[in-house]
């Protein structure tokens, strides 16, 4: 049985993946975690989640009394900082999910996994791991007169964009093509006065509603266009699969995973 802590745990992705860790036979939820100022502190977890039979109460985010095995952080940037910090004081595992980090607070990560195993995945959902591989095969079949596009939409709550996952997306496709993916991403066309150049990969992003995600990358020739597409219908697909990685992660050595590792795709 692993004990699992999670960070934020009042945020749409907390309370799902409180669920997850409550909901797997080989999980328990043994810390749901909120920042200092957050009103829960104390209250019981069960009622916040509606229906739940736990004792548990929601505590602060320091991990000071918590008995846990491995962490699970699907915060922002600011806060992801603050909850690694603490995990490596503690010397607890920790599942990243948190999306829209600069490439400082990417090193911030990898130098923390030197302290501690961790698993850092802009999408935890099967389906996107898979697509990942997908792409490769498409990008480098596909090699000649080809554009190449990805479309993402999310919810209107999203703040960071283009999303993780369609930037995990177009840096898979880079690596297939031998591409920088700092030369190549185009994010504005809107003040292009030339054709587009094919060493590139266009974002565009919708923000809309409930949406819960959906990526589609295209291959557009002359004569014909491939669309590989993942939507994802339940934030549950992403909790479960950072549960799983929690539970994979236990014991490893310290250093930096991803999903792929977890499922062996690699
Ligand atoms: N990798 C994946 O598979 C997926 C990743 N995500 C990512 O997960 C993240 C969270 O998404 P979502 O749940 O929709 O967002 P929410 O806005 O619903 O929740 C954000 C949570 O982070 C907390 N938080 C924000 N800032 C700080 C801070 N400075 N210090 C401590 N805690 C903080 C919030 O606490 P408070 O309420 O107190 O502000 C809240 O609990 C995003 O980055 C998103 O892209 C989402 C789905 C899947
Ligand atoms: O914020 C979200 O909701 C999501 N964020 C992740 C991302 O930025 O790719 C994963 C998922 O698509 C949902």
Redesign the pocket.
């Known amino acids: 049985m692993i004990k699992v802590a999670v960070?934020?745990?009042?945020?749409?992705?907390?309370k799902v993946l409180c669920e997850a860790s409550l909901s797997a036979d080989y999980a328990q939820l043994s810390a749901a975690l909120?920042?200092k100022?957050?009103a829960l502190i104390g209250q019981q977890v069960g009622i916040f989640l509606g229906h739940r039979d736990t004792e548990l109460i929601f505590t602060d985010?320091s991990l000071l009394s918590c008995d846990v095995d491995v962490a699970i952080d699907?915060?922002?940037p600011?806060?992801m900082k603050?909850?690694l910090a603490h995990a490596v004081q503690q010397k607890v595992p920790m599942v990243i999910?948190?999306?829209?980090l600069s490439s400082d607070e990417m090193q911030i990560l990898e130098e923390a996994a030197q302290h501690i195993p961790i698993v850092f995945?802009?999408?935890?959902?099967v389906g996107i791991n898979l697509l990942e591989n997908l792409v490769q095969v498409a990008a480098k079949t596909l090699s000649d007169d080809i554009d190449i596009e990805i479309f993402e939409a999310h919810h209107r709550?999203?703040i960071?964009a283009p999303?993780?996952?369609a930037l995990m997306i177009g840096e898979a496709i880079a690596k297939a093509k031998g591409w920088e993916h700092a030369d190549v991403a185009k994010f504005d066309r809107s003040h292009d006065d030339i054709e587009k150049s094919q060493q590139e990969i266009g974002y565009s992003v919708m923000r809309g509603g409930d949406i819960v995600?959906e990526h589609t990358a295209y291959f557009a020739a002359e004569g014909e266009r491939l669309e590989l597409t993942h939507k994802a219908s339940s934030?549950m697909t992403?909790a479960k699969?950072?549960v799983r990685a929690a539970a994979w992660v236990k014991g490893k050595p310290n250093g930096l995973y991803t999903m792929q590792d977890v499922l062996d795709l690699r």
């Not at 999910?97 to 829209?100: A, D, E, K, M």
């Open positions: 960070f934020g745990a009042n945020g749409r992705m907390g909120v920042r100022s957050n985010e699907f915060t922002l600011e806060g603050v909850h999910g948190t999306t829209g995945s802009r999408n935890y959902s709550h999203k960071d999303s993780g996952t995600g934030r992403f699969g950072a």
